[in-house]
């Protein structure tokens, strides 16, 4: 039997768990549905034709690409893997795998409505600087040989997770503007797959996030977070956040959208600004992802991948400390709304309320649509993908 005392810390997580999913509902939804519109009229044969080499302008379009196809932490891992396979350049694909877990409009929203718009604004600065650092450290240390090696592992197409998802081009086939396109039927059709399938790609991931980020919450108390991230301590602070916020993101195997609410608690509980950015973007280099890099490109690649951007989040976060720091846009205050247990009749419900009924349109489509049997295939080989 369960005490009585266990029982009301184990609902007082799942309150606070329960509670932060109504806090930022809309904004999945929203940030999802702005993703597909964007996935169902781009193609993937145009994002690798522009990710073909390393210069500034060509890493600048494969970001915005990355951000505008937005994909949990697993999926953007293999989609990057098949541009990699089908000719894009490797940095280029990382700057497209950083790009759409780490600069897409819902992560944004959440930073906001969650820790505050100045963790919005440190992600859209730290995230085109984590890329910057990535490509100076690639071109440092990243040898022919370790990219030719890298390559002959990819071609063989060892499984990962999320391929089939990956190899999925669900963009309208027909030709036309960009709005004669979306607005057709085919348009919409393809918009809810994206959608969907979005959806069943992330789910998993974020309902663990809640939950750590719940239990966390309710159960860790303050005191520990303050002694182990040296609030006492400003320098000290400033300097350890970035260098164990990624090791906690690595341990706690939480993807990109759904470590946003263990960011609230952690900053909450005394981690430094420039610690929140450098666990946020950590989330491409937890445990199962670094196994899928050494079956993707191989253990001396997966070892490199750690080791850059492990230093170029660590680095980013050092200068979005210092950068707010010194412009005084580091909030003052640790207030997250991770702590404020129940629902209430405001704006909030209102939001949630219409984007639901967004959502169960775009769901109805799918089912109506032929939609279902995709996701058996979501976790399939890479050749397996659907194609409209």
């Known amino acids: ?23 930022i509902l809309w904004a999945l939804i929203l940030g999802f549905a702005l993703s597909a519109v964007v996935q169902a009229v781009v193609r993937k044969s145009t994002i690798v034709r522009l990710l073909g080499d390393d210069r500034p302008r060509t890493l600048a379009v494969s970001a915005g690409l990355g951000a505008a196809s937005s994909s949990c932490s697993y999926a953007a891992v293999a989609l990057a893997r098949a541009l990699f396979r089908k000719g894009a350049n490797f940095t280029a694909a990382m700057a497209f795998e950083i790009g759409s877990t780490n600069l897409v409009v819902e992560l944004g929203i959440l930073l906001a409505l969650l820790l505050g718009w100045q963790f919005m604004v440190a992600e859209f600065v730290g995230g085109p600087l984590m890329i910057v650092f990535v490509a100076l450290l690639f071109r440092l240390f990243v040898r ?13 197409g060892a499984a990962g997770s999320m391929e089939g998802h990956a190899a999925m081009d669900m963009s309208v086939s027909r030709e036309g503007p960009f709005w004669r396109r979306l607005l057709s039927a085919e348009g ?4 809810s797959h994206v959608f969907v399938m ?24 303050d ?15 400033a300097l350890w956040g970035p260098v164990v916020g990624p090791v906690v993101a690595i341990l706690s195997f939480v993807c990109s959208v759904g470590n946003v609410p263990l960011a ?8 430094s600004f420039g610690g929140v950015v450098a666990f946020i973007f950590a989330d491409l280099l937890i445990l199962p ?3 899928i890099y050494r079956k993707y490109y191989g253990t001396r690649m997966a070892l490199t991948l750690l080791g850059v951007f492990y230093v170029a989040m660590v680095a980013a976060g050092y200068v979005v400390e210092l950068l707010f720091g010194v412009t005084g846009l580091t909030p003052k205050t640790r207030d997250a709304q991770v702590l404020e247990a129940g629902i209430t ?7 949630n309320l219409v984007f639901l009924l967004v959502a169960a349109a775009l769901l109805f489509r799918f089912v109506r649509s032929g939609g279902v049997p995709m996701l058996k295939m979501m976790g399939g080989a890479p050749e397996s993908g659907h194609h409209h």
Do not use: K
């Open 144 to 156: 022919d040989r370790l990219l030719r090696a890298a390559r002959d592992q990819a071609e063989r």
């Open 188 to 191: 919409f059709t393809s918009v």
């Open 1 to 23: 039997m369960i005490p009585l005392s266990g029982m009301r810390t184990i609902g007082e997580a799942l309150a606070l768990a329960g509670t932060m999913t109504w806090e």
């Open 198 to 221: 979005e959806w069943a790609a992330i789910l998993r991931d974020l309902v663990i996030g809640l939950l750590i980020a719940g239990a966390i919450g309710a159960w860790v108390p």
């Open 223 to 237: 005191s520990f977070w303050r002694a182990f991230f040296l609030t006492g301590h400003p320098l000290g602070s």
């Open 345 to 351: 009749w405001n704006y909030t419900t209102w939001l």
């Open 264 to 271: 609230a608690v952690l900053w909450n509980g005394g981690i």
């Open 289 to 291: 992802i670094l196994n």
